[in-house]
């Protein structure tokens, strides 16, 4: 196996390659002239050199909100990363439900919702509202998805029951809130549930959010992962090919790139 040609990166600040970095942060102390000098040792500390505080204001009482210019000597080889991704064969609206119709022969169902204690709602929206994101249209607007959007605060078990009344081909977990992790304990909660009853390796099981990758997702049993930025129609192009898989309509030993294997 060849082994790609470096490709060295460092961070763009001013100019390419100076290395310059912006970071920010809060400290649990008052603001002044003292815990500015203290975001600034932090930063030194943090390996980096020429630090200047660019930014400091008060987050609450006791607390200081700081920006930091920086610079870092540390540089990577971008060409030895490899981590997967989800890249699929893109069709529009129309010709996505145009292939639908020809070859899956039936409405696809397809269940989300923001589970757990999160309340925000904005992703799941986002993705399966009928006025979509980014003027690309949700999965409420495809005439062959049959799509149900359960809303906020939905416990694990009561979105997998209904999406088992319905024989759901795919469903849809919204995390929004990452606190102490806390959306990946809600995932890993929601896969047990699905291994429980069933599912897991049955239905299309997505996992969504801003702190969301590709990776993260496989890593905790689902089978894809979109973070900031996804389009319903990504979404949308995932589920059916995943189904024509299941279905038997697309070679199963066939992977788009980062696709789990």
């Known amino acids: 196996m060849v082994k790609p040609t470096k490709q060295i990166i460092r961070p763009y600040g001013d100019r390419r390659d100076d290395g310059v970095v912006q970071l920010s942060f809060t400290l649990p102390v008052p603001l002044s002239e003292k815990a500015?000098?203290?975001a600034a040792q932090?930063?030194?500390k943090m390996g980096f050199s020429d630090v200047k505080v660019a930014a400091a204001e008060r987050?609450?009482?006791n607390y200081s909100f700081f920006i930091v210019y920086a610079r870092s000597g540390m540089y990577i080889d971008y060409a030895e990363i490899d981590?997967?991704?989800?890249?699929?064969?893109?069709?529009?609206?129309?010709?996505?439900n145009a292939f639908i119709e020809k070859k899956v022969k039936r409405r696809i169902v397809v269940f989300g919702a923001c589970t757990g204690t999160d309340t925000h709602t904005v992703g799941i929206d986002a993705i399966l509202n009928m006025k979509g994101y980014a003027g690309d249209y949700g999965l409420e607007r495809y005439p062959w998805f049959e799509a149900y959007n359960l809303g906020s605060q939905v416990p694990n078990e009561d979105l997998i029951a209904k999406a088992v009344a319905k024989n759901a081909d795919a469903i849809l977990v919204s995390q929004i809130v990452t606190q102490r992790d806390v959306h990946k304990d809600n995932s890993r909660q929601f896969i047990d549930v699905a291994k429980a009853k069933g599912l897991h390796g049955r239905v299309t099981l997505l996992l969504g959010g801003p702190r969301v990758d590709h990776k993260l997702a496989l890593d905790l049993g689902f089978d894809a992962g979109f973070g900031p930025g996804t389009k319903p129609s990504d979404v949308a192009n995932f589920i059916v090919h995943a189904l024509l898989k299941r279905m038997g309509e697309e070679d199963p030993n066939t992977h788009y790139q980062g696709e789990p294997k």
Not at 85 to 92: A, L, P, R, T, Y
Request: overall charge negative; proline content about 4%; hydrophobic content about 50%.
């Open 36 to 38: 500015k000098e203290a």
């Open 42 to 44: 932090f930063a030194k």
């Open 59 to 61: 987050a609450a009482d």
């Open 83 to 96: 981590v997967p991704e989800v890249v699929i064969k893109k069709m529009g609206f129309d010709d996505l």
